[in-house]
Nanobody, 118 residues
Framework: QVQLVESGGGLVQPGGSLRLSCAASGSASRIGTMGWYRQAAGKERELVATITRSSATNYADSVKGRFTISRDNMKNTVYLQMNSLQPEDTAVYYC????????????WGQGTQVTVSS
């Protein structure tokens, strides 16, 4: 069982930046792909970005060129650098991980609120 703990959310003005972190513990040595998802009020949870253990990345079109996902396998931590934030980026951001042996299994963090407002 993997435990994921997110940090780094908060309130930021449009055009600003935030960096989210997600630390994994438990069976962290068997973690494969990690990612960030978000859920805005009244909407379904959506993919933001994913990164494989070998650091191949995938981004939602809405964040390409503004967000960067990275990971440190030694620290079992994944990051999301968010630049040029806009009000439509406001959401609860969730960290996700999948084990190396079964990508259909998901572990989720508790979520961290990101609010973009002037």
């Amino acid at each position: 069982q993997v435990q994921l703990v997110e940090s780094g959310g908060g309130l930021v003005q449009p055009g600003g930046s935030l960096r989210l972190s997600c630390a994994a513990s438990g069976s962290a040595s068997r973690i494969g792909t990690m990612g960030w998802y978000r859920q805005a009020a009244g909407k379904e949870r959506e993919l933001v970005a994913t990164i494989t253990r070998s650091s191949a990345t995938n981004y939602a079109d809405s964040v390409k060129g503004r967000f960067t996902i990275s990971r440190d396998n030694m620290k079992n931590t994944v990051y999301l650098q968010m630049n040029s934030l806009q009000p439509e980026d406001t959401a609860v951001y969730y960290c996700n991980s999948k084990p190396t042996w079964d990508p259909s299994i998901d572990s989720w963090g508790q979520g961290t609120q990101v609010t973009v407002s002037s």
